[in-house]
């Protein structure tokens, strides 16, 4: 019997490498739309995608950041400034999209543009900070998606929106996590809703990597402000202490970021150029082998995983 489960598990996964490996035809005609490209994943698939001889169009948030990128790409990318938390951005971006691929649509829109919120409990962090991540990384990739959206129909393309392994466990940075449950949920929606149109929607959740959203000096740096900027209240109910644990810990996790971007964007490229991608995509050995598998875990038993090491607070001790 274990024999027989064994040989039809081999035998999915035999045609699944098949099938995977099958590739669009016409790549050198493709457009693809990444927000997001002054650095990190973004910067590093415009770059790939470019190599590869997709015409790529990449949207930055400074023109310093787009220079950059024109330096090291192609005469075939192009560039265009964009911020997404802007309507009037959206829309010139999306004005700017259509004058370039004409009748014959955009193949590719990845919704890579984000920010990280502090690494601090949520209750330390102020309400702006929590509705500028969310913006950004929720709000904005929907208004992204909705403008694009008739541009990608057209072509019968695909969608890859970046999630991560926290829009599967929250587990620090809440807001964060909060913006990528939300992204996931939209990415789901959107799957099932333009499945008819022949649109295929994928979405990509990294684990830890080194980026600039990552840096650790300055990471660590925005915790401690967090901190001294927190009510005395707060501070009275979780104790020096615990924010000295919590210190240590977010030092702990940053340092051991993966710095190889590539196999996130690897994962990128294949959504926009398999002629069978994926739903979802996990980048990293963090989010293959810790966080998707906790996911899939009874509540209780995930919570105390991830909070067993936890200092207790004054007021809880």
């Known amino acids: 019997m274990l024999l027989y489960l064994a040989a039809l598990v081999g035998l999915y ?44 169009l990449a949207a930055c948030l400074t023109e310093e950041g787009a220079e950059k990128l024109r330096k090291r790409a192609s ?10 938390t ?3 951005s959206i829309a010139a971006a999306t004005e700017w999209v259509k004058e370039r691929v004409g009748d014959r649509g955009l193949w590719g829109l990845v919704n890579n543009a984000g920010i990280f919120s502090r690494f601090t409990l949520i209750e330390w962090q102020k309400t702006e900070d929590l509705m500028k991540v969310l913006k950004v990384n929720l709000i904005g990739l929907m208004e992204v998606t909705l403008s694009m959206l008739p541009l990608v129909r057209k072509a019968r393309g695909r969608i890859v929106n970046v999630s991560s392994s926290l829009g599967r466990v929250a587990f620090i940075a809440g807001i964060y996590s909060c913006s990528k449950y939300g992204v996931e949920a939209f990415s789901d929606i959107l799957r099932r809703e333009l499945k008819a149109f022949g649109v295929k929607v994928s979405m990509i959740e990294p684990g830890g990597f080194k980026t600039q959203l990552t840096d650790l000096q300055q990471s660590l740096e925005r915790a401690k402000q967090a901190w001294d900027e927190a009510p005395m209240h707060i501070k009275k109910s979780y104790g020096q202490h615990y924010f000295d644990a919590y210190y240590d810990f977010v030092k702990q996790l940053l340092s051991n970021c993966n710095t190889n971007l590539f196999l996130v964007t690897d994962c990128m490229e294949h959504a926009l150029t398999s002629a069978h991608p994926r739903t979802r995509y996990s980048g990293g050995w963090d989010a293959k082998f810790f ?27």
């Not at 927000?35 to 470019?50: H, I, K, P, W, Y």
């Not at 966080?291 to 001790?317: C, E, F, G, M, N």
Request: with cysteine.
């Open 13 to 56: 996964y035999l045609v699944r490498w098949y099938r995977e490996r099958q590739v669009v035809s016409h790549l050198h005609d493709k457009y693809v739309f990444i927000t997001g490209c002054d650095s990190g994943f973004g910067n590093l698939l415009a770059r790939q995608l470019d190599m590869r001889g997709l015409r790529v």
């Open 75 to 84: 005469e075939r990318l192009e560039t265009v400034i964009l911020d997404v």
């Open 86 to 88: 802007q309507t009037e």
């Open 291 to 317: 966080y998707i598998p906790l996911s899939y875990l009874p509540t209780s038993l995930a919570d105390y995983i991830l909070t067993r090491s936890w200092p207790k607070p004054v007021q809880a001790a």
